[in-house]
């Protein structure tokens, strides 16, 4: 049974900083697609960053510079390291599991994942 378990959120300070993890049991991190997503409230849920079993990153736009993804693959953990966090950041963040060999236009969209966390609730105060 895989599980995918999300922490680390919480409220933060407009400028400030988090760091996500998401635990993974049940499949190897580094033989899946990793992605985190995040959903605000009245928003669809949207792609924020994900990394390939190789190592391969992909960053929506918007997150450019600011977050990173990383894994531990020791600790079967991926991480999103979120910095200069604003307001439009609150959201509802999800990590989620996907095939070793996703191509690579499909790490944005939520379709190519197959296991998806319980999400973890971050919120910016301005």
């Known amino acids: 049974q895989v599980q995918l378990v999300e922490s680390g959120g919480g409220l933060v300070q407009a400028g400030g900083s988090l760091r996500l993890s998401c635990v993974v049991s049940g499949r190897t991190v580094s033989s899946s697609a990793m992605g985190w997503f995040r959903q605000a409230p009245g928003k669809y849920r949207e792609f924020v960053v994900a990394i390939s079993w190789s190592g391969g990153k992909y960053y929506a736009d918007f997150v450019k510079g600011r977050f990173t993804i990383s894994r531990d693959n020791a600790k079967n953990t991926v991480y999103l390291e979120m910095n200069s966090l604003n307001f439009e950041d609150t959201a509802v963040y999800y990590c989620?599991?996907?095939?070793?060999?996703?191509?690579?236009?499909?790490?944005?969209?939520?379709?190519?994942?197959?296991?998806w966390g319980q999400g973890t609730q971050v919120t910016v105060s301005s």
């Open positions: 989620a599991a996907g095939p070793k060999y996703t191509a690579s236009w499909g790490y944005s969209s939520g379709a190519s994942y197959d296991y």
